[in-house]
Structures are given as C-alpha cells and as structure tokens.
C-alpha cells in the first residue's frame, strides 16, 4: 500500500478529507484512487492559495515501485524512496529495522557525515607539527560532536545497542586527538580530555532540553505537557508513535532516577519600555595582553575619570563567587560608606548559581544601598558578562537583571546617577582584593531557609552531567584493582598539569606527555590472557619475572657499568618512583 508524504498540507481540511476516503477504499482500487485524489487534492489546494511543492514531496512503498503507476503534483511527477532527511535526519518508512542489519540506517548516514568532518582533523592532528591536544579537542567538539548534539532528540529514540557504532568512532577520535596506540584505556582517555561518553551524552542532552522546557513551558509547550502527563501516575497518556513512545519513556526514567522537579519559571517581562533608559556602563581600556602594573594603572585612572563625572559620588565594589564544591556567594564593599553595625559581609546564594548570576546580585545589591541612602554611586565590578547583561535583549538570569533595571528607574525618579564600570580582576586594585575575600567567606554562611532547594538550571545541568559521568567512573573502579595503566594514570591524575599549545614541535611534546601520563596495557592485559605473570623474562639477562624499568634501569647486571657513580644511581632512583610502572619496556 503506497503512503504519500506531502509536508505543507498537514493541516488542511481537504488533504484531512482525502486520507479518509484513501482508507476507505479497496486495497485493489487504491493505487487508481490515490492517483484520482491526489489531482484532485492538488486543485482543491491551489484554489485555496496552498503551493505543493514537488521537491519536498515523496512517496514511499513496501510494494515494488514498478508496480505502482505514476503519481503526479500537477505537471511534475513525485519520485518513489525510501527514507527522508528531517531536520538532518534520515527517517525510514519500513516498519521496522531489519534483524539483519548489523547498523541501524540513521546511525550509518550519522556516521558517514561525521568521517567526512573527521579527515581534516585527521591532517590537523600530524604527530609532528600539527595543532596542540587542546585545539585538537575543541575542534572535534565544536566541528564533530556538535552535529550528534543537534541530533540528539532523534537518536535517544534508539536504543543503546544500535547508538554503539557512535562510541566506538569517538574511541577512535580519542585516539587521534591525544596520539596514543589502540592499546590505551577508554575510560582513562575520557577522563584525560573531559569527554563524558557519547551514547551517555546524547540522554543528557535530551534530559536537560527537558528540564528547560519543563522550566519554561513557553520553549516547547506541547512537549512539556507530554512529559508532566507521563511524571503523573493517575494521567493517561496519549497514544504516540514509537519513537516518540521510547523518547518520553528513557526521559522520565531518568528524571525519576535523579529525582528531578523542575519548578516553573515565573514570567517577569521587566519595566515598561518607555521607562527604562541606556544602562551607565564603562569598560576599562586594557585586555589580558598588557601586564598586571599596567592593567592596574589603567583601571585607577578609569576610576578616578568616571568619579570626576560623577558629583557627590560613592565608590561601590562588588564581586562573585562560586566555589568548586557548588556553594556560591556575592559582596559588597565601599571604601567611602559607613559600614554596617555587622560590617561588610558578603551574602550567601543558592548551590551551583552560575558565576553571572553570582555576579548581578551583587549589582542587585550595590543598586539597592544607593537607593537606601540616596545617594549618587560608580558601581565597580569585574565581569563583563554581567554588565553585558544588562542591557542584553535575553540575559542569562532575566529575574535578577529586570529587578536591577527596576531600581535603576527608581533612581531615576529619585534624580540619582548610578555608572557602573568595569576593571580587570586580580590586578592589585586594594578594594577589589577586599570585596573579592567577602564573597569567599560568604560561600562559608549559612544558606537561608528561603534559599535551602536550588532551582537553578546550573545545578540540574550539573547533576544530569554527573549522572551521565557514573558509568566511566563504575568501570573504572571495576578495572582498577587488575589493571597497572588506570594505576600509573590515577597516579599522575591527582596532580594539576595543562598541555602546550604554542610553541616549537608542540604536537609532539603533548603527544609524548599524553603517553607517559595515560600509560600503556601489559601484553597480557590486551591480550585478555589468565595465569600469565605480570613480568616476564628480563631481554638482557634472563633473570625471571624482571621485565620492567626498575630492572633494567638499576638492577641488571649488563647494564652495571654503564651507571657512573652512586649519585646518578640516587637520581635515577628518584626518577622512577616518580614514574610508576606502566606496562613493561
């Protein structure tokens, strides 16, 4: 039975009209009938203004395509396939995927894409002169991995199984990023580039779309109303197609298993536009290139340009933070205010806020002490984000920065002049220092209890991510206590180092840095060999079970007079503590 796919008549009553009677027919009579309705389809449409276009016009067929006679838009006959690109997409019209077929169609058209976008990173990545670890990493993030990203939605629709053939190409990109042999450890090359698992990273990206569609019903609303009637045990939800089925199905799995409620968002749509002007905003003229004194200079003489401008004006430092263990906090300080009885203290904000949120409320705060006291201020602060937000038509946080323009037009009223400047950071501005150390300690406060359940999308975002991050970290522990390469790697994971990126042979020096840091598999760990020692006979000497660094370095007897004294033996001794065995010489 042939199925036509005709996009830009969905909705018409007519086309609505013509797939009941198409059903109603015979299956004999249904090719001649569906050739008689579609022409008489297409003139009801074109009377109506509606345009078919035959290029996006496909029919598909389980039957023979020879058997079916030709179906015309008009003047143009519509072609016969088998699948469609939507949204980027193939799209089969075969039921089902046959039991056969070892890659499922989507994922074999995905991968074709992504081998074309591999070559050049391929060239880019030559272990002689080409680009740094780094730029390689952004580059298949950016110019790769964002291409899976898009896809997302459609691909979580598959199961885990038919996503494999994905991970094992982004095993093979780890490879060619860092340099090193088929032999390395996944879990310890994802760790090492920060790349959560490909097949993982495609569910979080659909649960954490969810979670800001579930935030802001406005994104997606038909969607949003799907997945609350699927979280609400006493809804029946609508019947969808299997795709659709599976999607909200592994969605509310996983909001249920990290236990996710996702408040709503509260519309603020801000002041009214006839009352809110140019926010004040100042820029320091200096960038990262100019040395801290001379970033420093240029920052006091901005400061003291904007306070002559401004009279009987205070000075207002305000600075973020936001910790590594999540918690957050903001100041304020002013040099030329009386202090409060408790003195300057910072304030704490909800777990996991974002560093710009972080930020815009201690604006929100140095705009309210203005306000108290009735007074003209410079508001300094040191985060570009946030002052750009100000006047950005969608901020990242739009509560906190339509509150901040409503007390900016309250200043107004009030013939207040409040400028906001920004200044480099960690120059050794004196007051900068001060305000920077408050919003430290306020990290350490108490939260308030109106503050105590984040609701961030930060903290989801991080909460999805970690979750997705639980599978490499099970594995990992599981190989660890049986293999020397995840040893020799935690070894040298536990302390800071950061790749090269320019400089003379850079590629090269970060290849062999990645090697000596990720470590190499024993022959009898590739090999998955049982009851084989971990070291085999020595090459030089024979002696049994000496096969390593240590021995050969140090203890056999061929290499005995090549060691010149006992200092470089103390030397050498200290150099291989400090690089632990991995997998044999």
């Given amino acids: 039975m ?18 009941h009677m198409y059903k109603s027919c015979s299956p004999l009579r249904k090719p001649a009938v569906l050739y008689h309705l579609l022409h008489s389809f297409y003139e009801s449409s074109s009377s109506c203004g509606l345009i078919i276009s035959p290029e996006k016009s496909r029919i598909f067929s389980l039957q023979n395509p020879r ?29 089902t995927t046959p039991a056969r077929q070892r890659v499922h169609p989507i994922v074999q058209e995905l991968l074709t894409r992504l081998q074309r976008r591999l070559e050049p990173l391929r060239w880019l990545t030559n272990n002689v002169a080409g680009v740094s670890i780094p730029v390689a990493r952004n580059i298949y993030t950016a110019f790769i991995r964002s291409v899976v990203d898009y896809l997302s939605p459609t691909l979580s629709q598959l199961s885990k199984t038919a996503l494999d053939p994905l991970e094992k190409f982004q095993n093979k990109v780890m490879r060619c990023i860092l340099g090193c042999p088929m032999s390395t450890r996944i879990a310890n090359m994802q760790q090492e580039l920060r790349l959560l698992p490909l097949v993982e990273r495609i569910f979080a990206n659909v649960t954490f779309f969810t979670v800001k569609c579930l935030h802001s019903s406005s994104l997606a609303p038909h969607y949003a109303g799907l997945i609350n009637m699927s979280l609400d045990p006493d809804s029946r939800p609508p019947q969808l197609r299997p795709g659709g089925r599976a999607l909200i199905r592994n969605v509310c799995r996983d909001l249920r298993r990290l236990d996710i409620n996702v408040p709503q968002e509260e519309v603020d749509h801000g002041p009214p536009p006839w009352q809110t002007t140019p926010v ?56 030329t205010i009386e202090p409060p009885n408790e003195g300057w203290t910072g304030r704490r904000l909800r777990d996991w806020s974002s560093s710009t949120s972080c930020e815009l409320h201690g604006l929100l705060d140095a705009v309210s002490l203005l306000l108290r006291t009735r007074s003209n201020g410079l508001v300094i602060c040191d985060s570009q984000s946030a002052l750009c937000a100000l006047s950005s038509p969608k901020p990242e946080a739009r509560s906190l920065v339509n509150n901040i323009l409503r007390h900016l037009v309250t200043a107004i009223r009030h013939a207040l002049v409040i400028h906001f400047l920004w200044i480099p950071s960690h120059v050794g501005v004196a007051a900068n220092d001060v305000v920077d150390r408050l919003a430290k300690a306020a990290c350490r406060l108490a939260l308030p209890a109106a503050d105590a359940s984040p609701a961030t999308l930060s903290h989801y975002k991080r909460r999805i991510r970690t979750s997705a991050q639980l599978s490499t970290t099970r594995r990992r522990n599981v190989e660890r206590p049986a293999s020397v390469s995840i040893q020799h790697y935690d070894h040298f ?20 840095a990645a090697r000596l840091r990720l470590g190499y598999r024993p022959v009898w760990q590739v090999g998955e060999a049982e009851d084989v020692p971990h070291y085999s006979s020595s090459k030089l000497c024979d002696a049994h079970n000496a096969s390593h660094m240590q021995h050969y370095c140090l203890e056999c007897p061929k290499v005995a007079d090549l060691i010149l004294s006992s200092l470089c033996l103390r030397h050498l001794q200290v150099l291989i503590n400090s690089y632990p065995y991995f997998g044999g010489c």
């Avoid at 042939?2 to 797939?19: M, T, W």
């Avoid at 072609?79 to 075969?94: D, E, I, K, N, S």
Wanted: hydrophobic share 35%.
């Fill in 280 to 335: 004040a905003v100042s820029y320091t003229p200096t960038c990262r290139r100019d040395l801290p004194c001379q970033q420093k200079q240029l920052a006091l003489e901005a400061i003291d340009k904007v306070r002559s401008s401004i009279p009987a004006s205070h000075t207002l430092y305000v600075d973020g933070s936001l910790q590594i263990d999540g918690t957050a906090g903001c100041a304020v300080y002013s040099p």
């Fill in 67 to 95: 058997t079916l006679p030709e179906f015309l838009v008009g003047p143009s006959i519509i072609p016969f396939c088998t699948q469609y690109l939507y949204l980027g997409a193939p799209v089969r019209v075969l039921p």
């Fill in 493 to 512: 994971a536990s302390r800071p180092y950061k790749y090269r990126r320019r400089g003379l042979l850079v590629r090269r020096h970060n290849v062999v």
């Fill in 2 to 19: 042939p199925k036509i796919l005709l996009r830009p008549g969905h909705n018409n009553p007519v086309f609505i009209a013509f797939l």
